[in-house]
Every structure is written in structure tokens, then in C-alpha cells.
């Protein structure tokens, strides 16, 4: 309509991020793997935080780093996570 002022829009990407689905949670990869050494990092890994996108791959990435450092009996590097309780969760 000529004249038409948009008021709200919704754009949907369909091809350039992971996708996960109702019930899909229990079926994705943890990051340790049964394989010795094998650590699993990327934005489709499961996750013991509420992260997505970039934050998990990020955040899967370092528990796989600071499962590898205990190994080595390193220090581990801190995971930040938003707030799961209290007023801000
Ligand atoms: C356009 C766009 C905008 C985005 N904006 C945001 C944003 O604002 N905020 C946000 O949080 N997330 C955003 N994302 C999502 C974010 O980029 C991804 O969630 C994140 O990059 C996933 O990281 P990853 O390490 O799991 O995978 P990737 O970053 O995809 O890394 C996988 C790597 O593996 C390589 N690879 C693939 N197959 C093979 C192979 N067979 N052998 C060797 N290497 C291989 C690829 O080349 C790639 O380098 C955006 C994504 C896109 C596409």
C-alpha cells in the first residue's frame, strides 16, 4: 500500500543459525565425548548454561579448555554466565 507506514516487522533468517527445537535438548552432544582427549566445542553443544549462537561456542569452548587444564592440573579459566536465580535470572 502505497503511503503505508510500517508499524512492526518480523525477519526471520533461516539459513545462517543453528536451529534447535522443542525436545532437541536431550539429544545434543555433551562436551566431553567417551573418546580419550576428545572434546566437543561449537554452538550446538549441550550446555550446563542458558548460552546460544556465539556465547556457546565461546562458553563450550572453555569447558572443554579447563577440562583439558585439570587434566594437566592447571588452573581453570571462570566461566561467566547470566544470573540463574534472584531478580535478575
Ligand atoms: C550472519 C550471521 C550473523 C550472526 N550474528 C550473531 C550475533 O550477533 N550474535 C551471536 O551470538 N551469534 C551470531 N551468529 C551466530 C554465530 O556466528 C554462531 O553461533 C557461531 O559462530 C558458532 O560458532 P561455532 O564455532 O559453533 O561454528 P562456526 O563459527 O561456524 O565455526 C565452524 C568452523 O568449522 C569450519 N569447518 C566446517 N567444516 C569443516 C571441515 N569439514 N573441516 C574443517 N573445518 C571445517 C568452518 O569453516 C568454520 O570456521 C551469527 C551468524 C551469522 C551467519
Redesign the pocket.
Known amino acids: 500500500m502505497r503511503g503505508a507506514k510500517v508499524l512492526h516487522g518480523v525477519y526471520h ?1 533461516y ?4 536451529a534447535f527445537h522443542v525436545g532437541m535438548h536431550r539429544h545434543r552432544p555433551g562436551f566431553r565425548t567417551p573418546v580419550r582427549g576428545l572434546y566437543l ?5 549441550k550446555l550446563p548454561y542458558p548460552a ?7 562458553t ?2 572453555l569447558l572443554c579448555a579447563n577440562a583439558i587444564m585439570a587434566q594437566e592440573t592447571l588452573q581453570p579459566e571462570p566461566i561467566f554466565t547470566v544470573p540463574e536465580r534472584g531478580l535478575l535470572a
Open positions: 533468517d539459513e545462517n543459525f543453528t566445542a561449537g554452538d550446538w553443544v546460544m549462537l556465539m556465547e556457546a561456542a565461546c563450550s569452548g
